[in-house]
T-cell receptor, first 112, second 110 residues
């Protein structure tokens, strides 16, 4: 497996609280992605990064922000968590725009 | 926005039977990538198809890209219990974004 980790792996939080998920890679890949996975929806892109400090929105970006200050780290922040953000979050990395993506183990987030 | 439709959503087969999942789009697909996700696991890349009409094989798995680049399929011959999981197709463009289909979940009865 590619060197990609996510933390935390599980989190339960209350509505209205801020939450930050971390993705860390040791592959020096340029592209990093955050997806959410919900039953019946497959994988939906939240935000992605094509370089340090270079990020762009995906199809479900509302309520989420990201930051990438170093090549190896990509942070996903829920400024004020809502129950609709209960999901499994996957980080992925890729060496080039059209190359395969390598996924992290996922973070299961529950917002009560 | 662009949508990638995948059918069927679920498939139950007896071990040894064949399985096919289809990926369709109303617009031309750039490149197609296929991923497999085992229950409780993360998606794992299987293959990428780039050319119109392309066919690639990996042991019992056959991947096809349609001539018009609007559809793709994954066929598994003689399924085994190790094939259980969800199979996703994804359209890969040069923007770096992947647009995933909803996935097909395969169950195999031994």
């Amino acid at each position: 497996d590619a060197g990609i980790t996510q933390s935390p792996r599980h989190k339960v939080t209350e509505t209205g609280t801020p939450v930050t998920l971390r993705c860390h890679q040791t592959e020096n890949h340029r592209y990093m992605y955050w997806y959410r996975q919900d039953p019946g929806h497959g994988l939906r892109l939240i935000h992605y990064s094509y370089g340090v400090k270079d990020t762009d929105k995906g199809e479900v970006s509302d309520g989420y922000s990201v930051s990438r200050s170093k090549t190896e780290d990509f942070l996903l922040t829920l400024e004020s968590a809502t129950s609709s953000q209960t999901s499994v979050y996957f980080c992925a990395i890729s060496g080039a725009a059209t190359s395969e993506q390598y996924f992290g183990p996922g973070t299961r987030l529950t917002v009560t | 926005g662009q949508q990638v439709m995948q059918i069927p959503q679920y498939q139950h087969v007896q071990e040894g039977e064949d399985f096919t999942t289809y990926c369709n789009s109303s617009t031309t697909l750039s490149n197609i990538q296929w991923y497999k996700q085992r229950p409780g696991g993360h998606p794992v890349f299987l293959i990428q198809l780039v050319k119109s009409g392309e066919v690639k094989k990996q042991k019992r798995l056959t991947f096809q890209f349609g001539e018009a680049k609007k559809n793709s399929s994954l066929h598994i011959t003689a399924t085994q219990t190790t094939d259980v999981g969800t199979y996703f197709c994804a359209d890969s463009s040069n923007t770096g974004k992947l647009i995933f289909g909803q996935g097909t979940t395969l169950q195999v009865k031994p």
